[in-house]
Nanobody, 127 residues
Framework: QVQLVESGGGLVQPGGSLRLACAGS????????VGWFRQAPGQEREGVSCIEGDFGATLYADSVKGRVTISRDHRKNTVYLEMNSLKPDDTAVYSC????????????????????WGQGTQVTVSS
């Protein structure tokens, strides 16, 4: 059974940091491009970042550039999203997905032909 399992979410104060993890089970993430997405209550899902499976090129949404770093550890079959200087506007459910191609549309990173989604992890930024 293929699963993407996110972890690392939680409650953090503004200016704080979190590291989210997306672990693959029954799937080798190195064979896919992996993206992180978020959805806040009442809003559409938006792309946050994407990392290619071959050379590891990365894409970021303008709203998180300079504050977020996506990376992958092939040995652990895991993709990470390091988030710093968090703001209340970053509050959302964050989900990872594995697909075939990272690309940009309207300055947002997206993922073509998504094959698998994780269940999501809640990130709440509040004092």
């Amino acid at each position: 059974q293929v699963q993407l399992v996110e972890s690392g979410g939680g409650l953090v104060q503004p200016g704080g940091s979190l590291r989210l993890a997306c672990a693959g089970s029954g799937v080798t993430l190195a064979n896919y491009h992996v993206g992180w997405f978020r959805q806040a209550p009442g809003q559409e899902r938006e792309g946050v970042s994407c990392i290619e499976g071959d050379f590891g090129a990365t894409l970021y949404a303008d709203s998180v550039k300079g504050r977020v770093t996506i990376s992958r550890d092939h040995r652990k079959n895991t993709v990470y999203l390091e988030m710093n200087s968090l703001k209340p506007d970053d509050t959302a459910v964050y989900s990872c997905a594995a697909g075939y191609r990272c690309y940009v549309r309207d300055d947002a990173p997206l993922l073509r032909s998504v094959q698998f989604w994780g269940q999501g992890t809640q990130v709440t930024v509040s004092s």
